[in-house]
């Protein structure tokens, strides 16, 4: 039968073009996703009601952003333009845009015009929603109307005479709390759609009609991390293929958490799943690769990264483990008597977010690499395209497998357990050779001071005053920081190390902030600050507690630190830690995922004696999402109780050779959840 309703997405490169597609599917609406050039006779043809333009990493004022057919605007069809979607629409009829001072990325309360059939049914006019853009409107066009701010920023706007919309932030995240309802209205109310002629086929059924589709009666290497993604995936071709035609493998790297390898497979066959354990560790730490190297003249070098253990660039890492685990497949797999992939195939438990943040050209033409997932690789990619590679739930989010992992039959300890990244711990170390000073790092930590001491700053009218008020949108933000201040004294601590983030919807690769008071923390005001730092100090993209006493010096050094095994064997005991206090409090289900992640600095050295830098930190980093491509940090007393916060803090902080713990304070955007 024909699909009746249909909606096309037009792929600018947003982070979260697939959430969208997600949300018009669970509206019971069809809908494709086609790259922004896209011409007006291919929408015709495919006939759809109405159009979404997603966000993007570019800038509509950059000559090389994606460009979009502007005859679309007179196909007299329903558009909502989003973020970057919403400032082209604006530049192509007639009005301007900018970049602004403010560096929005994060959740903001916005005032929005709830008489405008986009935000109907909505309790109130103030809305917490995800910003997260660079630019922004400096003058609306005239076809327009605006039905939304943030203080003077423009963040919606609606057309005097079509049903063409748009909005500065991202509705189809769920940091955006009314963000479903706000498709709702533009897919039922203002576009006329129904959702009663397209519903989603059952998905297990799906998922096992294309793995036999594929595979036929080939045999099929399946790779097992112990995760819910995985083992479902295992569980589906199972019930897909006969047991002859499976190769399960286990691979163990060497950077999993403690007696992780024994629990896996102790769990695995206890599901009723035959699953071959390949101890790989020492393979891993000496592994290198072919890295490409990109010159000012757009020409490619390539050349060998260092060994495994002594690689600091984090994406460099992700490559070398990726393709370590390839070859080792393609190994095992000679073993099992197949000499090439032609006479095989591959199942990963890949999902959508992971092929969104690798900047995989099958979600997106134009999507910025936030970081390269291990079951993305070069060589994974090459695969893919031969189509070796089999991946049923390449469509899925994390609380959609989940549901599988039930309708399949899986224990709930299985289902419910937390993520864990396929390199594991090996990018829960940040590993350093020298500190990063970057060019702005003076005034950077100048800027922190003034934030720090915000009631004393005020009376001393320091020149990059005005900067902090140009970016602190409203009085109130500044008279909650002025009381603040005035009676607790904050200290703010620009660390010399750099971690991954993602910021208008591309990555961004800078510093952390490390904030520290005399005073017990005020939970809402740190939340506060780590909103506040990264709008203000654009190279900053995550901000942390550190727990103890103020931290008095400025740091400007490093703990030289790489994957060896001490390293690692410290990181793994902090986080046993850490996990089993969470356990033994039954608090897992709290929080989504919980990275333990460790530094290269030692604080609480004197500068009088020069003491070296030999310690290193930990970072806690409990983080609640539904959909893990956004969240927000898990606060203590609502999320954990405080105690076990300050207990893992404690315990950790025992550890030989740890000098601190800090607690990560930063939602998703600007921060990743993992810090590489």
């Given at each position: ?271 009723g799943l035959e699953v071959r354990l390949i101890e790989a560790r020492h393979a891993f730490y000496n592994a ?67 092929l969104i943040e690798s900047a995989s050209r099958m979600v997106s033409q134009h999507a910025d690499a936030i ?272 105690e076990v916060v300050f207990e893992m803090a404690k315990e950790i902080r025992q550890v030989p050779g740890i ?18």
């Amino acid at each position: 039968m024909a699909i009746e309703e249909k909606v096309a997405i037009l792929d600018a490169g947003s982070q979260f073009g697939k959430v969208i597609d997600r949300r018009i599917r669970e509206s019971n609406i069809y809908c494709e996703v086609f790259p922004l050039s896209v011409s007006v006779s291919e929408l015709k043809e495919f006939g759809c009601q109405a159009i979404v333009i997603s966000g993007s990493p570019g800038s509509v004022e950059d000559p090389n952003s994606p460009k979009v057919d502007s005859e679309i605007f007179d196909l007299d069809i329903p558009i909502f333009g989003i973020c970057y979607g919403m400032q082209l629409m604006n530049k192509l009829l007639g009005g301007e845009v900018g970049k602004g001072e403010i560096r929005d990325d994060g959740q903001f309360k916005v005032d929005l015009d709830t008489k405008s059939p986009l935000f109907s049914e909505m309790n109130s006019n103030e809305q917490l929603v995800l910003l997260s853009h660079g630019d922004s409107i400096t003058s609306l066009a005239p076809c327009f109307n605006e039905i939304g701010k943030f203080g003077d920023l423009v963040v919606a706007i609606a057309h005097k005479t079509k049903k063409i919309y748009g909005v500065q932030f991202h509705p189809e995240v769920d940091l955006t709390e009314n963000g479903v309802q706000m498709f709702r209205n533009f897919l039922y109310n203002i576009s006329g759609l129904t959702g009663k002629f397209y519903h989603i086929k059952d998905r297990e059924t799906k998922c096992i009609e294309h793995i036999q589709s594929v595979v036929g009666t080939a045999k099929l290497m399946v790779l097992i991390s112990g995760g819910v993604d995985s083992t479902v995936l295992l569980k589906l071709c199972t019930k897909a293929l006969k047991p002859e035609q499976l190769i399960a493998l286990f691979i163990d790297n060497g950077f999993l958490r403690k007696n992780e390898p024994e629990n896996v497979m102790k769990t695995l066959k206890e599901a009723g799943l035959e699953v071959r354990l390949i101890e790989a560790r020492h393979a891993f730490y000496n592994a290198t690769t072919t890295i490409h190297l990109k010159h000012n003249k757009g020409k490619e070098k390539k050349q060998s990264s260092r060994v495994l253990c002594q690689t600091l660039n984090p994406e460099e890492k992700r490559k070398i483990i990726g393709d370590t685990f390839m070859r080792i497949v393609e190994v095992e797999a000679r073993k099992a008597g197949v000499e090439n992939f032609e006479n095989c195939f591959l199942a990963q438990g890949t999902l959508r977010p992971d092929l969104i943040e690798s900047a995989s050209r099958m979600v997106s033409q134009h999507a910025d690499a936030i970081k390269t997932h291990h079951n993305d690789t070069e060589r994974v990619r090459m695969l893919r395209d031969k189509g070796f590679i089999v991946e049923p739930l390449k469509d899925f989010h994390k609380d959609e497998v989940r549901k599988l992992g039930r309708q399949l039959g899986l224990d709930e300890h299985i289902v419910m357990r937390h993520p864990f990244p396929g390199p594991g711990l090996a990018v829960r170390v940040i590993c350093a050779e020298e500190a990063y000073i970057s060019a702005d790092f003076s005034s950077t930590q100048t800027i922190l001071r003034l934030i720090a001491g915000y009631s004393h700053s005020l009376n001393n009218k320091h020149a990059l005053l005005q900067k902090i008020h140009a970016k602190m949108v409203s009085q109130e933000d500044r008279d909650r920081l002025e009381n603040y201040t005035r009676s607790h004294p904050l200290k703010a601590t620009l660390l010399p190390i750099k971690s991954v983030g993602t910021q208008g919807d591309a990555r961004t690769y800078t510093h952390v902030v490390g904030l520290s008071s005399t005073s017990p923390p005020d939970w809402d005001m740190l939340l506060f600050l780590a909103k506040l730092i990264p709008r203000i100090c654009h190279d900053v993209n995550r901000v942390a507690y550190v727990f103890g006493d103020p931290v008095s010096d400025q740091i400007q050094d490093i703990t030289p630190t790489m994957l060896s095994f001490n390293v690692l064997s410290t990181l793994r005991q902090c986080d046993s830690i850490a996990m089993e206090i969470l356990k033994k409090n039954k608090l897992l289900e709290r929080v989504s995922q919980m990275p333990v992640v460790m530094l290269p600095i030692h604080f609480d050295r004197d500068p009088m004696i020069r003491e070296p830098s030999c310690q290193r930190c930990i970072v806690l980093r409990p983080f609640v999402t539904n959909d893990f491509m956004t969240g927000v940090a898990a606060v203590p007393g609502k999320h954990l109780p405080e105690e076990v916060v300050f207990e893992m803090a404690k315990e950790i902080r025992q550890v030989p050779g740890i000098s601190r713990v800090l607690y990560d304070l930063s939602s998703k955007p600007p921060g990743t959840t993992e810090w590489e």
